[in-house]
């Protein structure tokens, strides 16, 4: 799986707000009825050396003109993430937002992960009180052996889903 970057999260956040474009022309009228693309959009500008292009497109809008330079020097002085990711920075909210979301799906693989083995634990303790044999959950739940065995056993929890664990859970708690 690959590592969800910043750039990347922006470019897809931008594109999905923008209609499915990335054109800077099309984004910045696009801006004007989608108020929510304003921050990502300059971001992006920023991160990938738009900067130049965006601020001829926003001639008309010198506040949007000046934050753009404002976060040019922050990404200059390689300070935006960090600036993103602070509690007091004297960017606007929406920006430490967008900062927010990214950081939520790129860490959710991992908090998945976790949430997996937290309910592995109380699918082994089910197991044992329910006295309900693996191969009968499997069979019961449509899943596949190896994988449960890998889950239950080793602790592997890339081998079920969240939504496949749920059901785990929720067959041993009925049964």
Same mark, same amino acid.
């Given at each position: 799986? &690959?590592?969800?970057?910043?750039?990347?999260?922006?470019?897809?956040?931008? &594109?999905?707000?923008?209609?499915?474009?990335?054109? !800077?022309? +099309?984004?910045?009228?696009? *801006? +004007?009825?989608?108020? &929510?693309?304003? @921050?990502?959009?300059?971001?992006?500008?920023?991160? =990938?050396? &738009?900067?130049? %292009?965006?601020?001829?497109?926003?001639?008309?809008?010198?506040?949007?003109?000046? @934050?753009?330079?404002?976060? $040019?020097?922050?990404?200059?002085?390689?300070?935006? @993430?960090?600036?993103?990711? *602070?509690?007091?920075?004297?960017?606007?909210?929406?920006?430490?937002?967008?900062?927010?979301?990214?950081?939520?799906?790129?860490?959710?693989? =991992? %908090?998945?992960?976790? #949430?997996?083995?937290?309910?592995?634990?109380?699918?082994?303790? #089910?197991?044992?009180? +329910?006295?309900?044999?693996?191969? %009968?959950?499997?069979?019961?739940?449509? !899943?596949?052996?190896?994988? #449960?065995?890998?889950?239950? =056993?080793?602790?592997?929890? =890339? +081998?079920?889903?969240?939504? $496949?664990?749920?059901?785990?859970?929720?067959?041993? @708690?009925?049964?």
């Amino acid at each position: 799986m &690959r590592h969800l970057t910043f750039t990347g999260f922006l470019e897809s956040y931008v &594109r999905a707000l923008g209609g499915g474009t990335l054109a !800077l022309s +099309k984004l910045v009228g696009r *801006s +004007k009825s989608e108020p &929510r693309l304003v @921050e990502p959009l300059l971001l992006w500008a920023v991160i =990938t050396d &738009r900067v130049d %292009r965006l601020e001829g497109l926003l001639s008309d809008r010198d506040d949007l003109q000046r @934050e753009l330079r404002e976060l $040019r020097e922050l990404q200059r002085t390689e300070s935006l @993430e960090f600036a993103l990711a *602070s509690e007091d920075s004297d960017l606007r909210p929406e920006y430490s937002k967008a900062w927010r979301s990214y950081v939520v799906r790129r860490d959710a693989a =991992t %908090r998945d992960a976790e #949430l997996r083995l937290e309910a592995r634990k109380r699918v082994l303790a #089910l197991e044992t009180q +329910k006295n309900v044999t693996r191969y %009968r959950m499997a069979k019961d739940l449509g !899943l596949n052996p190896g994988n #449960l065995h890998a889950f239950l =056993t080793q602790g592997n929890p =890339t +081998k079920l889903s969240l939504d $496949r664990v749920a059901a785990l859970m929720k067959y041993l @708690e009925a049964v």
